[in-house]
């Protein structure tokens, strides 16, 4: 899988989202208080801000295994790759972020490597 960095139509259709979302919210309550329309506010930036921290951390170079380099940490064989895993986080607002990354095991002491990052 390619490393991802095409990002800039996507968090544009985002961030309007956001702002749209939140112009027509705030019609449909005219008489918000200040503290609703915090909660709404943050509601829609939540979710912006999980799908942002997806995507900035599948970006990252830790995010995929170069085989030819990658070594057992325990004895120094050659890790085996098996393919790909994904990994749920729960970020603030309890919004949930999935994590794909590379997973590879050691064929030797049976180690597994699964980049924490
Ligand atoms: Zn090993």
Not at 65 to 70: G, R, T
Request: proline share 4%; aromatic share 4%; net charge positive.
């Amino acid at each position: 899988m390619a490393v991802r960095n095409d990002f800039d139509s996507l968090w544009h259709k985002l961030s309007e989202e956001v702002m749209s979302g939140m112009k027509e919210w705030r019609l449909r309550h005219p008489k918000a208080t200040l503290s609703e329309i915090e909660e709404a506010l943050d509601e829609r930036l939540s979710k912006m801000r999980a799908r942002m921290l997806e995507d900035l951390a599948l970006a990252s170079a830790s995010a995929n295994l170069n085989e030819a380099e990658v070594h057992c940490p325990e004895c120094g064989s050659r890790l085996e790759s098996r393919g790909r895993k994904v990994r749920k986080i729960k970020t603030h607002h309890n919004k949930e972020i999935k994590l794909s990354r590379a997973y590879a095991v050691c064929p030797q002491c049976g180690a597994s490597l699964f980049p924490p990052r």
